[in-house]
């Protein structure tokens, strides 16, 4: 049975690692967001997630945060997509869902974005 939950331990909150990944991390889009990912050395979670929105597109930060909330609920009921079909346990997977969309999206159109990029990950790395 899946494990519908968002730990602490399985947010990126490095500014160092999120820059890296900024630099250097390869990329999956689907309106609209951009995924940006990197394997790295084992650590305490096997995936690590965290959501940018930037503040050009969506100017409020009530909208931002309504984003940024509806983005992690979307990941925490699909990562099992990408978690089932990680078989290499020696590496951790750090991501940045990152908005890309001038606007308010609504919660269909951010799940079934989150979902694509997710499979779409997972099979990258079959």
Not at 35 to 63: F, G, I, N
Not at 69 to 86: G, H, M, V
Not at 92 to 118: E, N, P
């Amino acid at each position: 049975m899946a494990e519908y939950s968002l730990h602490s331990k399985e947010r990126l909150k490095s500014r160092k690692a999120i820059e890296t990944l900024f630099r250097s991390g390869k990329m999956i889009s689907s309106p609209p967001f951009r995924l940006l990912y990197q394997t790295t050395e084992k650590q305490d979670s096997p995936v690590k997630m965290t959501v940018a929105v930037p503040k050009k597109l969506v100017k409020r930060a009530v909208d931002r945060n309504l984003l940024k909330r509806r983005t992690r609920e979307a990941y925490r009921l699909n990562k099992d997509l990408l978690l089932s079909k990680i078989k290499s346990e020696d590496s951790t997977y750090q991501l940045v869902f990152l908005y890309q969309t001038k606007g308010l999206a609504d919660y269909q159109t951010i799940r079934s974005s989150i979902r694509f990029l997710l499979m779409k990950l997972a099979q990258r790395e079959e």
